[in-house]
Nanobody, 120 residues
Framework: QVQLVESGGGLVQPGGSLRLSCAAS????????MGWYRQAPGKQRELVAA???????NYADSVKGRFTISRDNAKNTVYLQMNSLKPEDTAVYYC??????????????WGQGTQVTVSS
């Protein structure tokens, strides 16, 4: 029973920046892996960035060097700082929280999605 509440999406010009936030309810936030995904029309949902409970991160090749994922366990919040935005970044961005055990994924939860549009 994890609820994810996102904020920060919007319209920006190419080269601009946005910071997405995802606040997670529940007492297990600190041990959950967190991730940001995105889905553009006609495309599959793809992983943008992820961060483990220990702080390890990974990124899609398309956003490396431009996006940064971070988490604040005290606030039960994960962030995605997006810089140097490109029109190709336009998509609905989703926050994900995953419980991972020794046998793999236990379950995961999704936010409602927030629209990011990069356009002149």
């Amino acid at each position: 029973q994890v609820q994810l509440v996102e904020s920060g999406g919007g319209l920006v010009q190419p080269g601009g920046s946005l910071r997405l936030s995802c606040a997670a309810s529940g007492s297990i936030f600190s041990i959950n892996a967190m991730g940001w995904y995105r889905q553009a029309p006609g495309k599959q949902r793809e992983l943008v960035a992820a961060i483990t409970s220990g702080g390890s991160t990974n990124y899609a090749d398309s956003v490396k060097g431009r996006f940064t994922i971070s988490r604040d366990n005290a606030k039960n919040t994960v962030y995605l700082q997006m810089n140097s935005l490109k029109p190709e970044d336009t998509a609905v961005y989703y926050c994900n929280s995953a419980r991972v055990g020794v046998l793999g994924l236990i379950d995961d939860y999704w936010g409602q999605g927030t629209q990011v549009t990069v356009s002149s």
